[in-house]
């Protein structure tokens, strides 16, 4: 019997996942199939386990119990194998601060076996993509955050990866700088690498992400795309801001005379919320501008706004999108760092 082609075998199969820290349990049960191509969103509040998943998946640490394949490759049995397909950036970049840009680059397709003169070619093909030329034959501790950023990607990128781990890419990048990164994971996805994304900026998951993951306690409670997840949040909603803000308890009272449960917010774009389901917005658009009107009060906004995904997130965790801190140190975790993956 012949074995599939790893075309055909998923990017990354889990089964029964757990990993514990003594007493505390990071991942409880998870069960993962991602076909190869596009982007993965994995998203989870502090302490949900989205870490400890990616360095498993990496072969920076041993699952407790349950099986963990990518392409085919046990991450226990075949880590070479797997390390060979892989590429992670991890939260914070692994670069040398006493080395150039430039260096950093050779050093690491040095370490990937790539002859000297390949290792120049490479390197500046790369300093080239990620903006980095003017800035080549300074030292990396001389950079920004987000000059950093990309240099640490761009390492990740010598020898382009199969599967591609970005865990909080973007983290503390100003609007510009992730704006761009988000630009190169983009064109990263067009040539065929597929990427597990961890962030905790959800616009950014929203903008990337085809499919979104969401992990609590240790175990995967959403999967879907973006928009299914904000539908399965409630659908959408009728927001109204009043052209005389005291008369809210007013229009309250006209809302629910015709049937439709209001809310009031405190937002600067609207006074007052309706909810209502998907397919049937313009209909209580027009029941809630009826029922105003009846009652002689003006707005000077109406609209639909469907739920977003911080709204999604909120809902699914019942707590906010927190900093990201680090995991417990386990003496079982293999000796390796960054490079041993890119």
Same mark, same amino acid.
């Given at each position: 019997m012949t074995e599939p082609a790893e075309s055909d075998q998923p990017a990354i199969q889990v089964e029964g996942?757990?990993?514990s820290f003594g007493e505390t349990v990071a991942l409880d049960g998870v069960d993962l199939v991602?076909?190869?191509?596009?982007?993965?969103?994995?998203?989870?509040?502090?302490?949900?386990?989205? +870490?400890? @998943? $990616?360095?498993?998946?990496? #072969? &920076? =640490?041993?699952? /407790?119990?349950?099986?963990?394949?990518?392409?085919?490759?046990?991450?226990?049995?075949?880590p070479h194998e797997v390390r060979n397909r892989i590429s992670l950036t991890g939260?914070?970049?692994?670069?040398?601060?006493?080395?150039?840009?430039?260096?950093n680059l050779v050093m690491f397709a040095d370490l990937l076996g790539l002859s000297g003169r390949s290792a120049r070619v490479r390197a500046d093909e790369l300093l080239t993509r990620f903006d980095l030329v003017e800035a080549a034959d300074r030292r990396a501790s001389t950079y920004s955050?987000?000059?950093?950023?990309?240099?640490?990607?761009?390492?990740?990128?010598?020898?382009?990866?199969?599967?591609?781990?970005?865990?909080?890419?973007?983290?503390?990048?100003?609007?510009?700088?992730?704006?761009?990164?988000?630009?190169?994971? +983009?064109? @990263? $996805?067009?040539?065929?690498? #597929? &990427? =597990?994304?961890? /962030?905790?900026?959800?616009?950014?998951?929203?903008?990337?992400a085809d499919r979104i993951l969401v992990i609590d306690h240790g175990r995967i409670i959403a999967d879907g795309t973006g928009d299914e997840l904000k539908a399965a949040a409630g659908g959408v909603t009728v927001e109204i801001l009043l052209a005389d803000p005291h008369r809210v308890d007013a229009a309250c009272a006209a809302l629910t005379r015709a049937g439709l449960a209001a809310r009031g917010v405190h937002a600067a774009h609207a006074d007052l919320e309706v909810p209502t389901e998907l397919g049937h917005g313009l209909e209580t658009v027009q029941r809630v501008a009826g029922a105003l009107e009846a009652?002689?009060?003006?707005?000077?906004?109406?609209?639909?706004?469907?739920?977003?995904?911080?709204?999604?997130?909120?809902?699914?965790?019942?707590?906010?999108?927190?900093?990201?801190?680090?995991?417990?140190?386990?003496?079982?975790?293999?000796?390796?760092?960054?490079?041993?993956?890119?």
């Open positions: 996942l757990t990993r991602v076909r190869p191509g596009g982007v993965v969103g994995l998203l989870g509040p502090n302490g949900a386990g989205k +870490t400890t @998943l $990616v360095r498993i998946l990496a #072969t &920076l =640490l041993r699952p /407790t119990s349950g099986t963990v394949r990518v392409f085919g490759h046990d991450v226990v049995a075949e939260q914070y970049a692994a670069v040398d601060g006493l080395l150039t840009g430039r260096e955050g987000g000059m950093r950023r990309r240099l640490d990607l761009a390492s990740s990128l010598i020898v382009p990866p199969s599967l591609l781990f970005l865990d909080e890419p973007t983290t503390g990048l100003d609007p510009r700088t992730r704006n761009q990164m988000w630009d190169v994971i +983009t064109e @990263l $996805v067009s040539a065929g690498t #597929t &990427l =597990l994304l961890t /962030t905790q900026y959800l616009e950014e998951a929203d903008q990337l009652a002689g009060v003006a707005v000077n906004d109406l609209g639909l706004r469907r739920a977003s995904l911080d709204e999604v997130f909120l809902q699914l965790t019942e707590r906010p999108a927190a900093a990201p801190t680090p995991e417990p140190a386990t003496a079982d975790a293999p000796a390796l760092n960054d490079e041993a993956t890119r």
